[in-house]
């Protein structure tokens, strides 16, 4: 599969289980060291997304004279 | 022509009398306000519009033409009273007269109410409304699609909601007349044209507040049946608290308003930042207490009692090493000062060596070639001789 960018909302689920995991007493050092950066990252990017965000809108238009009947 | 003066001579053909019967009704009922209960309402595909008119004791057919109809905010129902505005006609291939309406209203509030009533009883039984029915509304909506007038304070009230609370999202608007004329169907084909946007997750369908004929769109049945098969979940904000339509009974979630439903329909961005600040925070000071803790695990292996045991090693190794220096340092003063003692000795036996001490007793020295003399036979009676005293020396030739 193709290296789809995950989106917010998996980025926060990602974050969540990393806070998680940092708080369990079985996550070993290494491991805690790696998830801390992984997850100061991906908080650094959520923050950025969110903040530089605006919102977009389209208008969906159709022939609805052609729908009816 | 007096009809009745030569009826026993005049025979007037099928078509003669309806003609003329069609044309004395047509002539004298036109214009007219007529009040009474509809009943075998059917819209045709056509778009016509074929019901009956009754009161307790009298029946009348109605025809309202698709042009006409369109301008009509309700669907009738049977049982409503309406009062219609129209003309008779007759229609000679079956002789028979009707109404052909040119407009209709409810003949009271209660009306519209009651007809509420009826087709929400209806469609509560049908199903539509079943709880387990309802599909949940997504947290983080990408695409949000919105049913409602473009050009109305609702949307901008939603869009000012979206941007405020979760600016990530993409609302996608299918703008629809919301009251009046074809409203109901309007809103109807655009919930069916957002359902079938693949990558729409979650439709609002919304209007603000308004009388009972204002929201009336949204408790017609084509909405009800749309929304109820629409796979796209969708929140309703129809009015203002109070008001309830049909819509929201269908709908998987109802909003008390427009802003509400955009509300209800996206996270917090305060609560988004807030939640990462807060990881930051609390994880920061996991990955210290995981850090100190492994710390802490080392300072016990350090302390250990068989850390502590090889510490005792070294230490007696280095008490042993210790003594052993004091040892040798014991030694080498000793010897230092065995030394000194030889050394005073023979300075002194040097001190009593001392030519000058003899010298002064009287005694001198004989010196040829700046060397002194000490046996007769290396004495040279030819050389220059000096000879030294305590005092002086002395050349004697």
């Known amino acids: 599969m193709s290296t789809k960018k995950i989106s917010f909302e998996d980025s926060l689920h990602r974050l969540k289980e990393i806070s998680e995991l940092l708080e369990d007493e079985n996550t070993g050092l290494e491991e805690s060291i790696k998830l801390y950066e992984e997850g100061v990252k991906l908080a650094k990017k959520c923050y950025t997304t969110l903040d530089q965000a605006e919102v977009k809108i389209k208008e969906l238009k159709k022939d609805l004279e052609n729908n009816i009947e | 022509m007096d009809l009745f003066n030569q009826f026993d001579e005049t025979v007037l053909t099928v078509s003669e009398i309806t003609d003329s019967v069609k044309k004395t009704l047509e002539r004298s009922f036109s214009g007219l306000k007529i009040v009474g209960e509809i009943s075998n309402f059917k ?18 057919s109605c025809t309202m033409w698709r042009g006409f109809n369109s301008k009509v905010f309700f669907t009738p129902q049977d049982g409503m009273k309406v009062i219609v505005n129209g003309s008779i006609t007759v229609y000679p291939p079956r002789g028979n007269y009707q109404i052909d309406v040119k407009s209709m209203k409810v003949a009271g509030e209660g009306e519209l109410q009651a007809a509420f009533e009826k087709l929400k009883r209806k469609l509560s039984d049908e199903g539509l409304f079943d709880e387990e029915l309802k599909q ?14 473009i050009d109305s304070a609702a949307y901008r009230d939603m869009v000012s909601v979206a941007s405020r609370r979760y600016p990530l999202v993409e609302l996608i608007v299918a703008s629809s007349r919301v009251q009046g004329e074809g409203a109901a169907e309007e809103i109807a084909q655009n919930i069916k044209l957002l359902d079938s946007q693949k990558d729409i997750d979650l439709i609002i369908i919304g209007r603000g507040g308004g009388s009972l004929e204002d929201l009336w769109a949204f408790n017609e049945e084509i909405v009800a049946l749309s929304l109820f098969e629409c796979r796209t979940p969708v929140i309703s904000g129809v009015g203002h608290e109070i008001d309830f339509t049909i819509a929201d009974f269908v709908a998987d979630l109802r909003a008390p308003t427009p802003t509400a439903a955009m509300e209800l329909a996206t996270p917090d961005q305060a609560e988004i930042f807030g939640f990462i600040s807060d990881f930051s925070y609390t994880s920061t000071n996991n990955i210290f207490s995981v850090i100190d803790y492994h710390k802490e695990d080392i300072e016990s292996i350090l302390t250990s009692y068989g850390f502590r045991a090889y510490d005792s090693v070294i230490r007696n190794k280095s008490q042993m090493l210790d003594n052993l220096i004091y040892r040798m340092q014991n030694g080498t003063d000793q010897l230092i000062d065995k030394f000194k003692n030889d050394l005073e000795k023979n300075m002194n036996l040097l001190e009593s060596h001392n030519v000058e001490k003899i010298l002064k007793k009287g005694f001198a020295l004989v010196k040829q070639d700046e060397s002194f003399i000490l046996r007769a036979k290396d004495f040279d009676a030819k050389k220059k001789t000096k000879l030294k005293f305590f005092d002086n020396e002395i050349k004697i030739n």
């Open chain 2, 136 to 149: 949940p509304i997504p947290k983080f909506p990408t695409k949000i699609g919105i049913v409602t007038a």
């Open chain 2, 43 to 60: 819209a045709h595909f056509s778009g016509h519009w074929y019901f009956t008119l009754k009161d307790a004791n009298a029946q009348i």
